[in-house]
């Protein structure tokens, strides 16, 4: 059984890069990584490739979920992202998507909406093996993590401050979701509140999941989904340090009518 405790790498010091909304941008991970200081290694072609990550100065990548759907290159992105998390040069919270993705693969009933039809379209040329060891990672991966001594927390969707360390099935909610209203916008979609606004922890908190073509800071609290699969902007945030470094998204490769708006 997977440790899944929030707080087991609390005393890890990092120092982390924190990477936003990967949704199958391989190609920019790759990239992204690269700028910022690691070794990207890897063999085989696109969408085959096996990885080879480190940094010369023991830098570690956090990614903060939503590494499947609406991106070229899904099965890359697990792999590459699967193999420094087992290695220990990698951390990983789940996103929506990548949960969604899993009970896909569990052969569970999901709407094949939001990119998720991509996805399955990718991973039909992957065995068995690949995908049931893709199922039992997403399956163990934590909903937050609470790191560099308990100054940072990260989770897909952030988290309000009176969930931190803890785990219930409305703290996983939160955390891959947000806070959402129960009534839906004019594009279908569930409405998203602004618990940043509310937030008034020392506790830095890191997310994702919200795509805006610049990144957002409010009361200690950032998003880093800078929209890479729609056309914007591949993120991560060096830690302690709170640079930003950014690559730009080689093309749009979904649509979505809340980027189009942003």
Not at 2 to 15: H, L, T
Not at 117 to 136: G, I, L, R
Not at 172 to 184: C, E
Request: proline residues 5%.
């Amino acid at each position: 059984m997977a440790d899944i405790s929030p707080n087991r790498f609390r005393n890890d010091c990092g120092p982390f890069d924190l990477i936003g909304d990967i949704h199958g941008c391989a190609g920019e991970t790759e990239i992204l990584l690269e700028k910022l200081g690691y070794r990207v290694g890897f063999q085989g072609p696109e969408g085959r490739r096996f990885y080879d990550i480190s940094h010369p100065h023991g830098r570690k990548p956090v990614f903060l979920g939503d590494m499947v759907d609406r991106g070229p290159r899904s099965p890359d992105v697990m792999r590459l992202v699967m193999g420094m998390v087992k290695r220990g040069d990698a951390l990983a919270v789940v996103g929506n998507h990548d949960d969604k993705f899993r009970r896909w693969l569990d052969g569970k009933t999901v709407r094949m909406t939001h990119g998720i039809e991509e996805t399955a379209e990718q991973f039909e040329q992957e065995d068995a093996a690949f995908k049931a060891e893709c199922s039992d990672f997403i399956r163990g991966l934590p909903t937050h993590l609470i790191l560099d001594k308990g100054d940072l927390l990260v989770a897909h969707a952030g988290l309000a401050e009176k969930f931190h360390g803890r785990f219930s099935g409305e703290e996983r909610s939160f955390a891959m979701f947000g806070d959402v209203a129960k009534q839906r916008d004019q594009y279908g979609l569930p409405v998203r509140l602004n618990w940043a606004a509310k937030y008034s922890g020392k506790r830095a908190v890191v997310h994702g999941h919200v795509a805006e073509p610049g990144v957002r800071e409010l009361n200690n609290v950032y998003c880093i989904d800078t929209g890479c699969c729609f056309g914007g902007h591949l993120t991560a945030m060096r830690w302690p340090e709170r640079d930003l470094v950014q690559v730009r998204a080689k093309e749009a490769y979904f649509h979505s009518p809340r980027w189009a708006q942003a």
